[in-house]
Each structure stands twice: as structure tokens, then as C-alpha cells.
């Protein structure tokens, strides 16, 4: 009888629980047995551990054969404990000293031939095996993903590269940390937008704070080119912010990208989006597009188009910056700290208020269009920006007062860092006593915004995104406190409060 451990990580979220992989050898019948709540793809690794096995000129034993991946009452799923498992059979028969396996995790599906194969989901298992203090082994083609994380990493092509490296054989060189490029996140430039100055202002707020923010206007007025552009004002992400969220990206199964590695995500759905699709779920369950956007923008065109449902699984998000998604398959925790830009038209056919077209739609159509956004919803955007169809002349002469967004980038850089530094999170963040301490104000500031919650029938959480929307402003400014002309600015720009 002969016993070996290793360890390895469920493909289960961003959390990556860790995985005890126990092999037995016993005497007794040939019998290969896997335990521990394990799924299809598990079982299925007894023929292809067998066949790696015998076609790197292994012998197979002919004992009885028992693994346990615990803890017994997680699911495990995926072919990523092949070569832990052929490796626990091995270590078992000592072909290699089981001391070899402390402190190590071992990643990768097995091919008949005992080659290699990714697997998905590495980037949240190495970063938790990091934090563990242990090394990893991953196939080669997972290597550039795994090294992000700074764990001593090696990637190997096939299970005897393996098992010489554990022998002592023939080392495998560790994995040299990948150099990602940081590209400029400006691509989309501010400067080509002609005209609209307030909607640019509430564009350069709202990066300045992490707001969340709406465009109404007719077809055609820049609305989408001016949300495509956000990312170009946006100051990069931090080194932690780039690995959270390239580890969504992971756990789907998709590339890191090697360019514009610091650069913030823009994830724009289509409105045909289901919820499953827009926040998560299915087997699994999935990260959705919330997700993919954490860090960074979810742009949402055409907003009234899309699924009411789907719309109000937004609500919880938005507030907490995290979604939790409970399915029959599992329940998940998924980070989804985003920042909302979206657009719509002002009504069914989109030209109500257009200078240059007639508006066709009667105003009981005008208010269940706008209906199909429920007030909640909206009561969590912070600035709401009419956007009106720019002069024909501006459009031939060009905008001499248009900016680049590295220019903007710069006054938004200095706003975030005053705001971390004082504060350790942006204003969209702020709450309770923070919230309180960083929106310090006069008297004329509270009776200002009060008759404003008086007369246009704010809610206390519509007031609160007033009050920060204050401070960003302020912080764009450089003043220290917040004057009546930075509330009278922030209230200027939620256009829908004036209709009510």
C-alpha cells in the first residue's frame, strides 16, 4: 500500500478553493476509482491518465487504484487534475521522491500521448497558490497567464518533462514574468467629436468620479462616440486592478491580452442581452458581461430596448460592486465594480425636442418608452445629459475648442489621485461617514440643494449622488470644500429630475 498527496485548485470562481488530491495504491483487484463529487470530465480522466501513462513508457499498476479530490462536497469539473492525478500514481510507485510534491501545485489536461493541454480558469488558481507560498507547474501554453501572478511558475509540454523535473533529471527552467505592453487607451479620441461641450463636461466628470452616466438625444448626435471614448480619459488601471480583471477573462477561458494590458475594459452588449448574459449564470455558474467590465466601463446603447428584467439585475451591482449569482449548478461571487454609461432617444422615434425633425409620437407613447427604465434604476445614475444635434457649420469648419484626451486624461488623473490619496476610493464610492466628512458644505449649499430635493422630488439616494457629484466637481477644480456653484453644476446636469 502506498499513499501520495498533491494539490491543485477548482475551477470555481475568482476564489479558486484549493483541491487535496489524494492517490492509493492497495492491493486487490485492478480497479481505478476517482471520488470526491467530481463531474464527467473528472471520471473520464481514468483512460486518459492510462493512456499518458503507458505512452510515456510508464508502467500502468495493476493494483487498486483510489483517488479522492476533497473536500468531498465540492463539485470538481474540467480535465485540469490529469496530470495531478498521473502524477499522484507515480509518486506512489516512487519513480520520483514524494518530497518533490510539498509545496507545489501541479495544472494541466493530459492527451493520450502525454502531451500537455491548457486548461482554463489558471490565472485565479496561480494567484490564490501565490498567496499560498507555493510553486506551480502549468502546461507551457498557460505560461504567459500564470506568470502574471508572481508565483515561481514552471510550464512544462508533457508528463515526462514533468516527472524528469521532480527527479531531478532535467530541471525546467522557471517562467520569466510576460512584459505586456501598456498601450495608449486613447485609440478613440476625444478631439473628433464636434461640438457638444456640456455633454464632454458631464463625459470628463464622470471619469473624474467613477460616475455612472446617461445620453438622451436624437439618432445620430455622438452619443455612442462619446461613450466609446471614456476608456481614453479613464487613468489606467493599477497592477491589482489589471489581474482581477484579466482573471475574468481567465475563468472564461479566453486570452489575456499581450497590448493595452493596463488598459481599462469596454464591454458594450447588445440590447438583445439576456440576464444570464449581462450578469452572469448558467452551468457553473458563468461571470457575465458585468464582470468582464469590472474595472472599467459597461456601455449600454439603446437602453429602453433592452429587457426590463435584465435591466433591474443591474440595481444590486451597481450599489455593491459585486454580483451574486445563486443557480441550481452552484452559487458564485463575482467582482462587478463597473461604471455605467448609456444612451438613449428621447422617445420612440428619437426626435422629440430635435430642432431639424418632427416627433411623431404622442406623449402617452413618450411616457411608456421612458417607463420601460424604472425609477430605481435611473435613481442610481448620477449625471443624466441631453445631447442635442450639433450646428451644420461646426460640422464643415471643424471645433476650436476641442480637446484631446490625453489633455482631459491629465485633469482626470490629478481628480483621481487627490481623491485616493484623501479619501482611498473615487467619490461614486463614497458612503456613510465618508461620504459625509468629504462633502463638507455651507449653509447656502444645503438650502440650495434642499429646494432643489423639494421641488424636483429627489430621493435620499438621488441626493447623495448629487452631493458626490459636488465633490468631483470640486476635486476637477482643485477647492477643498464645496461651493453652491459646484451643487448648482451637479444638479444642471441630471435632466430627467427636471421633468418629474
Given at each position: 500500500?502506498?499513499?501520495?498527496i498533491?494539490?491543485?485548485?477548482?475551477?470555481?470562481?475568482?476564489?479558486?478553493?484549493?483541491v487535496?488530491?489524494?492517490?492509493?495504491?492497495?492491493?486487490?483487484?485492478?480497479?481505478?476509482t476517482?471520488?470526491?463529487?467530481?463531474?464527467?470530465?473528472?471520471?473520464?480522466?481514468?483512460?486518459?491518465?492510462?493512456?499518458?501513462?503507458?505512452?510515456?513508457?510508464?508502467?500502468?499498476?495493476?493494483?487498486?487504484?483510489?483517488?479522492?479530490?476533497?473536500?468531498?462536497?465540492?463539485?470538481?469539473?474540467?480535465?485540469?487534475?490529469?496530470?495531478?492525478?498521473?502524477?499522484?500514481i507515480?509518486?506512489?510507485r516512487?519513480?520520483?521522491?514524494?518530497?518533490?510534491?510539498?509545496?507545489?501545485?501541479?495544472?494541466?489536461?493530459?492527451?493520450?500521448?502525454?502531451?500537455?493541454?491548457p486548461?482554463?480558469?489558471?490565472?485565479?488558481?496561480?494567484?490564490?497558490?501565490?498567496?499560498?507560498?507555493?510553486?506551480?507547474?502549468?502546461?507551457?501554453?498557460?505560461?504567459a497567464?500564470?506568470?502574471?501572478?508572481?508565483?515561481?511558475?514552471?510550464?512544462?509540454?508533457?508528463?515526462?518533462?514533468?516527472?524528469?523535473?521532480?527527479?531531478?533529471?532535467?530541471?525546467?527552467?522557471?517562467?520569466?514574468?510576460?512584459?505586456?505592453?501598456?498601450?495608449d487607451?486613447?485609440?478613440?479620441?476625444?478631439?473628433?467629436?464636434?461640438?457638444?461641450?456640456?455633454?464632454?463636461?458631464?463625459?470628463?466628470?464622470?471619469?473624474?468620479?467613477?460616475?455612472?452616466?446617461?445620453?438622451?438625444?436624437?439618432?445620430?448626435?455622438g452619443?455612442?462616440?462619446?461613450?466609446?471614448?471614456?476608456?481614453?480619459?479613464?487613468?489606467?488601471?493599477?497592477?491589482?486592478e489589471?489581474?482581477?480583471?484579466?482573471?475574468?477573462?481567465?475563468?472564461?477561458?479566453?486570452?489575456?491580452?499581450?497590448?493595452?494590458?493596463?488598459?481599462?475594459?469596454?464591454?458594450?452588449p447588445?440590447?438583445?442581452?439576456?440576464?444570464?448574459?449581462?450578469v452572469?449564470?448558467?452551468?457553473?455558474?458563468?461571470?457575465?458581461?458585468?464582470?468582464?467590465?469590472?474595472n472599467?466601463?459597461?456601455f449600454?446603447?439603446?437602453?429602453?430596448?433592452?429587457?426590463?428584467?435584465?435591466?433591474?439585475?443591474?440595481?444590486?451591482?451597481?450599489?455593491?460592486?459585486?454580483?451574486?449569482?445563486?443557480?441550481?449548478?452552484?452559487?458564485?461571487?463575482?467582482?462587478?465594480n463597473?461604471?455605467?454609461?448609456?444612451?438613449?432617444?428621447?422617445c420612440?422615434?428619437?426626435?422629440?425636442?430635435?430642432?431639424?425633425?418632427?416627433?411623431?409620437?404622442?406623449?402617452?407613447?413618450?411616457?411608456?418608452?421612458?417607463?420601460?427604465?424604472?425609477?430605481p434604476?435611473?435613481?442610481?445614475?448620477?449625471?443624466?445629459?441631453?445631447?442635442?444635434?450639433?450646428?451644420?457649420?461646426?460640422l464643415?469648419?471643424?471645433?476650436?475648442?476641442?480637446?484631446?484626451?490625453?489633455?482631459v486624461?491629465?485633469?482626470?488623473?490629478?481628480?483621481?489621485?487627490?481623491?485616493?490619496?484623501?479619501?482611498?476610493?473615487?467619490?461614486?464610492?463614497?458612503?456613510?461617514?465618508?461620504?459625509?466628512?468629504?462633502?463638507?458644505?455651507?449653509?447656502?449649499?444645503w438650502?440650495?440643494l434642499?429646494?432643489?430635493?423639494?421641488?424636483?422630488?429627489?430621493?435620499a439616494?438621488?441626493?447623495?449622488?448629487?452631493?458626490?457629484?459636488?465633490r468631483?466637481?470640486?476635486d476637477?477644480?482643485?477647492?477643498?470644500?464645496?461651493?453652491?456653484?459646484?451643487?448648482?453644476?451637479?444638479?444642471?446636469?441630471?435632466?430627467?429630475?427636471?421633468?418629474?
Open positions: 500500500m502506498s499513499l501520495a498533491l494539490h491543485c485548485r477548482a475551477q470555481y470562481g475568482t476564489a479558486a478553493p484549493s487535496t488530491i489524494e492517490v492509493f495504491l492497495s492491493g486487490g483487484l485492478p480497479v481505478f476517482i471520488v470526491g463529487m467530481v463531474e464527467t470530465a473528472v471520471r473520464e480522466s481514468k483512460d486518459r491518465v492510462r493512456g499518458a501513462l503507458l505512452s510515456s513508457g510508464f508502467d500502468f499498476p495493476q493494483q487498486r487504484i483510489t483517488v479522492n479530490l476533497g473536500p468531498a462536497d465540492m463539485k470538481k469539473s474540467g480535465g485540469r487534475y490529469d496530470l495531478a492525478i498521473a502524477l499522484g507515480l509518486a506512489a516512487k519513480q520520483f521522491p514524494k518530497q518533490a510534491l510539498q509545496d507545489l501545485e501541479v495544472y494541466g489536461e493530459l492527451s493520450l500521448s502525454g502531451e500537455l493541454r486548461v482554463p480558469a489558471i490565472l485565479p488558481a496561480v494567484l490564490r497558490a501565490h498567496e499560498a507560498g507555493r510553486k506551480v507547474i502549468v502546461p507551457s501554453e498557460n505560461h497567464e500564470a506568470s502574471l501572478s508572481g508565483a515561481e511558475v514552471y510550464a512544462a509540454t508533457s508528463l515526462l518533462e514533468v516527472t524528469a523535473h521532480l527527479a531531478g533529471q532535467k530541471k525546467i527552467d522557471r517562467v520569466e514574468k510576460a512584459c505586456f505592453a501598456s498601450t487607451a486613447a485609440s478613440n479620441d476625444l478631439i473628433d467629436v464636434r461640438g457638444q461641450q456640456l455633454a464632454k463636461r458631464a463625459l470628463e466628470i464622470a471619469a473624474a468620479g467613477g460616475h455612472n452616466l446617461l445620453f438622451i438625444g436624437p439618432p445620430g448626435t452619443k455612442s462616440m462619446l461613450a466609446r471614448r471614456l476608456p481614453g480619459i479613464l487613468p489606467a488601471m493599477s497592477e491589482a489589471a489581474l482581477e480583471t484579466a482573471a475574468i477573462d481567465s475563468m472564461l477561458g479566453l486570452p489575456v491580452a499581450l497590448a493595452g494590458w493596463r488598459q481599462r475594459p469596454f464591454r458594450s447588445h440590447h438583445t442581452a439576456s440576464a444570464a448574459a449581462l452572469g449564470g448558467g452551468r457553473g455558474p458563468r461571470p457575465g458581461e458585468i464582470s468582464r467590465a469590472h472599467g466601463v459597461l449600454l446603447d439603446e437602453l429602453p430596448e433592452f429587457n426590463r428584467n435584465v435591466l433591474e439585475g443591474l440595481r444590486e451591482p451597481l450599489e455593491s460592486g459585486q454580483i451574486s449569482i445563486a443557480r441550481a449548478g452552484g452559487q458564485a461571487l463575482y467582482p462587478a463597473f461604471q455605467l454609461i448609456a444612451a438613449m432617444n428621447p420612440p422615434c428619437g426626435f422629440l425636442g430635435d430642432r431639424y425633425a418632427d416627433c411623431r409620437c404622442s406623449s402617452e407613447r413618450v411616457a411608456a418608452y421612458r417607463r420601460k427604465i424604472s425609477g434604476l435611473l435613481d442610481r445614475i448620477d449625471l443624466h445629459v441631453e445631447v442635442a444635434r450639433p450646428a451644420t457649420e461646426l464643415r469648419t471643424g471645433d476650436s475648442q476641442g480637446e484631446t484626451s490625453k489633455q486624461r491629465s485633469r482626470v488623473e490629478q481628480a483621481w489621485a487627490l481623491q485616493l490619496r484623501q479619501r482611498g476610493i473615487n467619490n461614486a464610492r463614497l458612503k456613510g461617514d465618508a461620504l459625509a466628512a468629504a462633502c463638507a458644505a455651507d449653509d447656502e449649499c438650502e440650495l434642499g429646494r432643489a430635493a423639494e421641488q424636483f422630488n429627489l430621493s439616494r438621488a441626493h447623495q449622488r448629487v452631493l458626490r457629484v459636488s468631483t466637481i470640486a476637477l477644480a482643485g477647492d477643498k470644500k464645496i461651493t453652491p456653484p459646484h451643487v448648482a453644476e451637479a444638479l444642471s446636469l441630471r435632466c430627467l429630475d427636471r421633468r418629474t
